[in-house]
C-alpha cells in the first residue's frame, strides 16, 4: 500500500507536548493522534506515514517521524476549510525524532528526488512506490534506533488495529540480554531461525529476547535469572508466543505448533553452542 506523507508546522499546530509524545513512544511503543489529510479519501489502514516538519521555524524542515495509519479517512466539520469538512484518518506513530534532530529537508532531496521536499505543504499525499525504498533507507541510517515491531492487522481502528509484541525492562536490560545469547546462542528457540545465517554480518548477534513469564506475575521480590527466565526468539515467533494470549506461548507450545504445521527444523547442539554455555557459566561466577 502506497506511503503517504503527514505535514506538521509547529507554528500552525501545537496541540501536543511532543517531548511527552516522544517520551511516551519511547515507553509504550506508540502515541495514537487523529491527523488532518484535507481532502484526501484514498488512504487506507496498513498505510505507512511519515512526519514532515514543515514551516520556517528555529529548527527548519525535514523528515521527524514514521507511523502507520490505522483508520480509513473520516469527515470532520471544518470552518477553516473550503468546503467546510475536512477528513481525518488515525495514525499510531511508533518512532519519533526530536525537533532539531530531524532529517533535514537537504538530505531527502539529495536521497529520494522524486518528492519535492522543500515544496511539499499540507498532508495526505501519497510517495511515489518507487521512492519508498530509498526513504525507508534514509530513514534506518539517520532515524532512532529501531524499536520493538508491531504487526497491523486489518480493520479499522480502535478495535483490532495493533497487535503489539510487548517487551518488559529484563528484554531490553543489555546485561540480561548478553548473558542469556551467550548461553543460547542467537538462533530462536523455537524455530532455530538464525538472523546471521539469512542475512549475512547485518544479521549478526540479532535476535528478540523473551521472558518466559509474564512480569505482571512475578513479585517485588523478584531477581531475573537471565538463562532460565530469558530465551531468544526471532521477530515472529516473539509475535506468535504474544497473540492473542494472556499469558504468552512456551517455547515448547510455539515448537509443537511449528510442527503440527509441517515446518519444524531439526536442530543439532554443536561444539560452538556447547562453547557459548561455558562462557555464561564463566560470565555468571563473575557477577
Not at 518488559?168 to 536490560?173: F, G, I, Q, V
Not at 544479521?203 to 513479585?219: A, E
Not at 523478584?222 to 530469558?230: F, G, M, N, Q, T
Request: aromatic content about 8%.
Amino acid at each position: 500500500m502506497a506511503a503517504i506523507i503527514l505535514g506538521w508546522n509547529p507554528r500552525l499546530w501545537n496541540d501536543w507536548n511532543y517531548e511527552a509524545v516522544i517520551e511516551q513512544v519511547a515507553e509504550t511503543g506508540q502515541f495514537l493522534e487523529r491527523w488532518n489529510v484535507g481532502q484526501h479519501r484514498k488512504i487506507q489502514p496498513g498505510n505507512q506515514a511519515w512526519l514532515l516538519l514543515q514551516g520556517g521555524g528555529p529548527h527548519g524542515r525535514g523528515l521527524i517521524g514514521h507511523s502507520v495509519v490505522m483508520s480509513e479517512s473520516y469527515e470532520v466539520p471544518q470552518s477553516t476549510e473550503p468546503k467546510g469538512i475536512a477528513r481525518y484518518v488515525s495514525v499510531a506513530f511508533d518512532a519519533l525524532l526530536p525537533l532539531g534532530g530531524q532529517i533535514p529537508s537537504s538530505v531527502l532531496s539529495r536521497e529520494v528526488p522524486d518528492v519535492a521536499w522543500n515544496r511539499f505543504r499540507g498532508s495526505g499525499r501519497s510517495i511515489p512506490s518507487s521512492s519508498e525504498p530509498a526513504l525507508q533507507r534514509v530513514w534506518r541510517e539517520h532515524g532512532p534506533a529501531a524499536s520493538e515491531p508491531f504487526q497491523t492487522v486489518p480493520g479499522t481502528y480502535p478495535e483490532g488495529a495493533v497487535s503489539r509484541i510487548e517487551t518488559n525492562r529484563y528484554e531490553r536490560d543489555p546485561e540480561a540480554r548478553r548473558i542469556c545469547l551467550a548461553f543460547h546462542g542467537t538462533s530462536c528457540a523455537a524455530c532455530t531461525f538464525s538472523f546471521e545465517v539469512s542475512y549475512g554480518d547485518i544479521g549478526k548477534d540479532y535476535i528478540h529476547v523473551h521472558h518466559v513469564v509474564p512480569v505482571s506475575q512475578l513479585g517485588s521480590d523478584y531477581r531475573l535469572d537471565p538463562i532460565a527466565d530469558l530465551v531468544p526468539l526471532c521477530a515472529n515467533c516473539h509475535a506468535m508466543a504474544h497473540r492473542g494470549a494472556g499469558t504468552p506461548r512456551t517455547v515448547a507450545e510455539l515448537r509443537r505448533a511449528i510442527a503440527a504445521a509441517g515446518h519444524l527444523p531439526g536442530q543439532i547442539v554443536d561444539d560452538r553452542a556447547l562453547a557459548a554455555q561455558d562462557a555464561a557459566h564463566r560470565i555468571l561466577e563473575q557477577r
